[in-house]
Antibody, heavy 119, light 107 residues
């Protein structure tokens, strides 16, 4: 079955760029049928959709994050990545990657990685 | 964005109870509604998709219903492992949005 694992720095300085990678196993990311998504959850709060990418490279980002989000895919490594620029304290959260079906639901999810924003 | 409002925000219940959570969308989302369970320190887990379809491997005590703007999620007989936070999510329009969550606690 598909498994996902997030990785990246747990601490990012304000105004810098948050960079995370999601490594996929059990399914080729270059195969059709799935989208690959990012969702975040500030500590003690609810879930916020960040964006998704298809294996072709087509992306959709949440307009609430404006143009700060870049999602890309590396089919050779079976990974996709998230970059969030100009971070502030409001971007501190657990970041999850997940499979997104074409009907929009997310399953499964990675275990999540906590990102703190602090100087 | 479509706003998803869950009620209640929290509830206390006992093992064996039948519990129901509601989720209301700010506009019609047809049946593009999913329900997730999240335990502390863990990722959300998909339970229900398309408003009423049970995800593979999910116990049959979980069920969902509704269409349009009003949806319900029911646990027919609460088990100890069901105490968690539950979220609804719409996927009718982009961006997908989640309800604020319902925290289920032991009475």
């Amino acid at each position: 079955q598909v498994q996902l694992q997030e990785s990246g720095p747990g601490l990012v300085k304000p105004s810098e760029t948050l960079s995370l990678i999601c490594t996929v196993s059990g399914h080729s990311i270059s195969s059709s049928g799935y989208y690959w998504g990012w969702i975040r959850q500030p500590p003690g709060k609810g879930l916020e959709y960040i964006g998704s990418i298809y294996h072709t490279g087509n992306t959709y980002n949440n307009p609430s994050l404006k143009s700060r989000v870049t999602i890309s895919v590396d089919t050779s490594k079976n990974q996709f990545s998230l970059k969030l620029s100009s971070v502030t304290a409001a971007d501190a959260a657990v970041y999850y990657c997940a499979v997104q079906f074409d009907t929009g639901e997310f399953d499964p999810w990675g275990q999540g990685t906590l990102v703190t924003v602090s100087s | 964005d479509i706003q998803m409002t869950q009620s209640p925000s929290s509830l206390s219940a006992s093992v064996g109870d039948r519990v129901t959570i509601t989720c209301r969308a700010s506009e019609s989302i047809s049946s593009y509604l999913s329900w997730y369970q999240q335990k502390p320190g863990k990722a959300p887990k998909l339970l229900i998709y398309a408003a009423s379809s049970l995800q593979s491997g999910v116990p049959s005590r979980f069920s969902g219903s509704g269409s349009g703007t009003d949806f319900t999620f029911t646990i027919s007989s609460l088990q100890p492992e069901d105490f968690a936070t539950y979220y609804c999510q719409q996927s009718y329009s982009t961006p997908p949005t989640f309800g604020q969550g319902t925290k289920m606690e032991i009475k």
